[in-house]
């Protein structure tokens, strides 16, 4: 389903049109929200036949047939386009991360953390048509290594939660007691700073834009 609701973001066209429902239909797929994934109103806003009308594809010249030809041409290339899509995506998401951990934090952008930002995405086990993808700060042992980092320290990932929900840990080492009181100089105390959801959210937009503009490049010289 996500892969259908992309190609009705690229073609910008709603879902009941791109599947050809019948009219008879549509009530029942009112459920269907908006092809824009940052408004959250339904396509339909009535349920009842009277209501209902396909809107006209006059605006794009294609009638539907044609749009599935368009597809038809490109379809088996659609998951591979998506992927690089996605990739092009959470780039966004990496730059923003590494802005924030300068201007949130003060590290350096040649450190340790900047240098474990990155990305993650693969095909679901189920198949092709669900991508799942992430991006963030990550453990890896490469870096770990380039940097001087032993078992014994805080890997970038286990830095990257403190940052992003804070923590109040004991000086000694020692886990707190529930219900213990301490006092401040007994503890390490961090206050939340949310490198990455923070460049997650402030991002939607252009990272929107990116993956409508990778993919609509990918699937023209598809189409060629």
């Excluded at 009535?46 to 379809?75: M, P, W, Y």
């Excluded at 450190?111 to 930002?117: A, E, I, R």
């Excluded at 959801?197 to 490049?217: C, I, L, P, W």
Aim: hydrophobic residues 35%.
């Amino acid at each position: 389903m996500l892969l259908k609701k992309r190609i009705c973001e690229t073609l910008h066209r709603p879902m009941f049109e791109v599947e050809e429902w019948p009219s008879s239909e549509l009530e029942h797929w009112s459920i269907f929200f908006s092809i824009d994934d940052n408004k959250d109103s339904p396509i339909m806003k009535q349920k009842t036949h009277e209501n209902i009308s396909i809107i006209s594809l006059k605006q794009s010249g294609l009638k539907i047939s044609e749009i599935a030809k368009e597809l038809d041409r490109f379809a088996d290339s659609i998951p591979e386009i998506s992927k690089k899509s996605l990739e092009a995506r959470l780039a966004i998401v990496e730059v923003k991360i590494k802005q924030n951990l300068t201007s949130m934090t003060g590290a350096s952008s040649t450190g340790y953390l900047h240098s474990s930002v990155g990305q993650s995405s693969a095909f679901s086990k189920q198949g092709k048509d669900v991508i799942l993808g992430t991006a963030g700060i990550y453990h890896m042992d490469s870096v770990s290594a380039k940097f001087g980092k032993t078992e014994k320290d805080l890997n970038a990932a286990q830095i990257a939660y403190w940052l992003e929900f804070g923590t109040s840990r004991l000086r000694s080492g020692k886990r707190k007691v529930r219900g213990v009181e301490y006092n401040e100089e007994d503890l390490i105390q961090m206050n939340a700073r949310p490198v990455i959801s923070n460049a997650f959210y402030t991002s939607m937009d252009e990272q929107s834009a990116e993956f409508k503009r990778v993919f609509n490049q990918l699937a023209d010289k598809k189409k060629g």
